[in-house]
């Protein structure tokens, strides 16, 4: 089992920042590869960014947020990390994160998912 807790969400204005955490417990955090994805009302759960296992590794993200946002992590911390930058009200949100074992864009191979943090950007 993998525990995950996301923090820093919150009411932001258009064009401010926010930077997301989501802090792992249980197993291996380093065996695993993270995602953001996010979900707003009457709309499909996305993914807005993974990276592979290893810090550094891999990363990948939605169009729809390419050069405003940037995911990061540190395995010596169990924490992946989610830059949001340029925010737009259409960012507006519940963020979650994911764990998988392998490095996809397809939410139905992410086996651990945190319990969401509500992001709000107003214009």
């Known amino acids: 089992q993998v525990q995950l807790v996301e923090s820093g969400g919150g009411l932001v204005q258009a064009r401010g920042s926010l930077r997301l955490s989501c802090a792992a417990s249980g197993r291996t955090f380093s065996n695993y590869h993270m995602g953001w994805f996010r979900q707003a009302p009457g709309t499909e759960r996305e993914l807005v960014s993974a990276i592979s296992n290893r810090s550094g590794g891999r990363t990948d993200y939605a169009d729809s947020v390419k050069g405003r946002f940037t995911i990061s992590r540190d395995n010596a911390k169990n924490t992946v990390y989610l830059q949001m930058n340029s925010l737009k009200p259409e960012d507006t949100a519940v963020y979650y994160c994911?764990?998988?074992?392998?490095?996809?864009?397809?939410?139905?191979?992410?086996?651990?998912w945190g319990q969401g943090t509500q992001v709000t950007v107003s214009s």
């Open positions: 994911a764990a998988a074992r392998s490095f996809t864009g397809d939410k139905q191979r992410y086996t651990y």
